[in-house]
Each structure stands twice: as C-alpha cells, then as structure tokens.
C-alpha cells in the first residue's frame, strides 16, 4: 500500500519490506561474526521491537536465548521523557552478553534507562542494536553498536512501530504526510 490512514493521520510508504529485511540481514551478519563463539542473550524492548527481533533472530546462526522486557515513553507522537519500566525478564544475564534489540532509537532516554537497568545484574557485555537509528534527535553519548539504518526526524509507523497502539502491523515502514 502506498499510503495509509491510521486515526487522523496519513501516512506514506517510507522503507519497504525489501529493504527492511535486506538491512536486517546485513545487520544479523555483523552481530554474528563480532558474537562468534559467544552465548548471548537478545533481550527485545516491547511492544516495537516484535518483528525486528523476530526477523533478526532467524538470521543468527549460532547459539542464542531471547527475552522480553517492556518499557514506554511515548504518548501519542511525541515522547513523554519518562521511562516506565513495565515487565521485566527473569534470564541470568550474570557475565553473558547482552544484545538489547530496539526497534528505533532517537533521543537515547529510553535505551539508556535499560543498560542502566541491566548493569546492576553484571553482564558481561552489554551491546545495542536498533533497527532505526534519528541521529539528528540523539541526545545522549553512549554507543550503539548495531545500526540497521538511519533515519531523519519524521514519525514513523510500521514493521512494530506504532502511533497510538495502532499500525504495527504493517510490513513495510510508513512516515507521517505533514
């Protein structure tokens, strides 16, 4: 579809499944030449990130556990600044490797609340990976690690992204029509 109408918003197509897949293969590669010979724990942020996890995990080829956690910043379009930390995971991450999964990063608020969250159970290592990358919304330091690909500020909805809990569904990637 070309176009969409969730609630009062347009929306047009932005990036297609094709290229969705093809970034998210070339992104499970790297994870698994730098994670060779490890047993890393994915650990998804909900509800985004579903597909992106999904779709990256059948493109690992070694040994691997996933798990869940659920935070929330967002309300409506915008992001609330507040970090809600709704269910947790119960793996033993004690000197594993982390590979926490986004599905977009923009400002940091949300993805640095989770390492911080996460350091207290003394991985190993803590890498991040995010399918959608705003630099020019970034407003923390630290390093992502796996970027699958970079976007401009726009509102996006798609492939587990959401506006008001709606579009997730969709398998391509639409932005807002301003």
């Known amino acids: 579809m070309p176009s969409i109408k969730i609630k009062d918003k347009d929306f047009e197509v932005f990036i297609s499944e094709q290229e969705i897949q093809n970034a998210v293969k070339t992104l499970a590669d790297r994870i698994n030449v730098d994670l060779k010979g490890k047993f890393p724990l994915f650990v998804g942020v909900l ?9 990256l995990l059948k493109n ?11 935070v ?35 400002s940091g608020i949300t993805m640095e609340a989770i390492v911080a969250d996460l350091q207290q159970y003394e991985p190993a290592d803590v890498k ?6 705003k630099p020019g919304s970034f ?31 969709f398998r391509d990637i639409y932005k807002i029509v301003v």
Not at 60 to 70: A, G, P, Q, R, T
Not at 150 to 167: A, K, N, Q, R
């Open 47 to 55: 509800n985004g990130s579903f597909m992106f996890v999904s779709d």
């Open 60 to 70: 690992i080829d070694h040994e691997c556990e996933v798990s869940f956690i659920k």
């Open 72 to 106: 929330s910043s967002y309300t409506g379009t915008s992001t609330s600044g507040q970090v809600k930390n709704l269910i947790g995971f119960n793996e033993s991450v004690k000197g594993r490797t982390i590979v926490v999964c986004e599905d977009i990063i923009d």
């Open 128 to 133: 991040l990976a995010t399918l959608l990358f």
């Open 139 to 169: 407003k923390k330091t630290y390093k992502i690690d796996y970027v699958a690909i970079e976007i401009p500020d726009d509102f996006i909805v798609g492939y587990g992204l959401d506006y008001d809990g709606m579009g997730r569904n």
